[in-house]
């Protein structure tokens, strides 16, 4: 490792690279998170299927290892997620007899989950995700039909941004979501974020998750996304960034190692990627990958479980990969 030089250093001038995280990766990723990264998200132990399991027992130890390791090692956290329709158990939507619970049962529940959680690690987590994924990616309604939105109604959004800014005005709070630069979800998340920042919502940013592969996004939406969010005056944070080898809907399972023409194709998407962060560095102000290096990635289960992938700038060696050398180099 002594030759390769340090991936985040060599973007530091623009904005910090990230990398997410979980209580094994954080061992076994040691050594590249210490030097090639500056920022880190927890994967699933800040989300509040693994923080507060049952009505107030909180488990805390995951995430709390997060936070040593990035104090101990001078990291940014971004915080990962309060409300989002996956990974919250069903406890938080029912009443004691079973049924669902009131609107002002789930309200109190957000708020105290929230206020728990951004106020145990205030002035250590400087971004939240605050809510995830809550607009439909199809389709002529704008929010996705959830639990949130079924109990509490459709201000469960700004509640929870409210709810965030309380507990530590200082953090900036984002509205996260994936095929976000697709154009139909891009004028649907455009229009949500217009709307709370209209309503004086305490909303400071916009993370754009970047799951992409080799053949989309294209450049242009991915351009026309940035440039559509940051018309809104926020900062865009590059939430989870991977690039699949393969397209969304192709469910081939035949590979056990990219073939040479997805190796060149993944050095040229990449390098095509970070021209383009470059350019807006004055509105994106994080890029954070969705995870370290090959040896561990959740696309190896989704879309296609089981199947192998090789979404990052390090193999499952722990070695930088000629996308790495071709931004480095840049
Ligand atoms: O790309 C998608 C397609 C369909 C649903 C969700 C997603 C992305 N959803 C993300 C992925 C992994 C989880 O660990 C993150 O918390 C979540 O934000």
């Given at each position: 490792q002594k030759d390769v030089p340090s991936f985040y250093k060599a973007l530091q001038e623009f904005f910090p690279i990230g990398a997410a995280v979980n209580p094994s990766t954080l061992v076994s990723g040691n050594d590249l998170l210490v030097k090639q990264f500056k920022s880190l998200t927890s994967e699933n132990h800040m989300k509040f299927e693994n923080i507060q399991p049952q009505e107030g027992v909180y488990t805390f130890e995951n995430a709390d290892q997060i936070i040593d390791f990035a104090a101990a090692n001078d990291k940014l956290v971004r915080g990962?997620?309060?409300?989002?329709?996956?990974?919250?158990?069903?406890w938080v939507f029912k009443n004691d007899c079973g049924e669902q619970a009131s609107r002002e049962q789930v309200l109190e529940r957000m708020s105290k989950h929230i206020s728990t959680v951004v106020g145990r690690y205030k002035g250590k987590i400087h971004a939240w995700d605050v809510v995830n994924e809550a607009v439909t990616d199809s389709g002529p309604d704008l929010l996705r039909d959830s639990k949130w939105l079924q109990t509490i109604g459709e201000d469960y959004i700004s509640k929870a941004f409210h709810f965030a800014h309380m507990a530590d005005p200082d953090a900036t709070l984002f509205y996260n979501d994936y095929n976000e630069s697709n154009p139909e979800k891009r004028e649907k998340i455009y229009t949500l974020v217009k709307g709370l920042v209209e309503q004086g919502v305490p909303i400071h940013g916009i993370g754009l998750q970047a799951h992409w592969n080799l053949y989309n996004p294209s450049l242009d939406d991915i351009r026309c996304a940035i440039e559509r969010y940051a018309s809104l005056g926020l900062q865009l944070h590059i939430t989870e960034m991977d690039v699949s080898m393969?397209?969304?809907e192709d469910q081939r399972i035949d590979l056990t190692e990219p073939t040479e023409e997805m190796v060149a194709l993944h050095q040229q998407r990449y390098e095509q990627f970070f021209s383009i962060f470059k350019e807006y560095k004055e509105v994106i102000s994080n890029v954070t990958f969705?995870?370290?290096?090959?040896?561990?990635?959740?696309l190896d289960d989704f879309p296609v479980v089981g199947r192998k992938n090789w979404p990052f700038l390090?193999?499952?060696?722990?070695q930088p990969k000629s996308s790495f050398w071709s931004i480095v180099n840049k």
């Open positions: 990962h997620t309060l409300v989002w329709h996956n990974q919250t158990p069903d393969f397209n969304f969705w995870g370290i290096a090959d040896d561990y990635t959740w390090f193999d499952t060696k722990h």
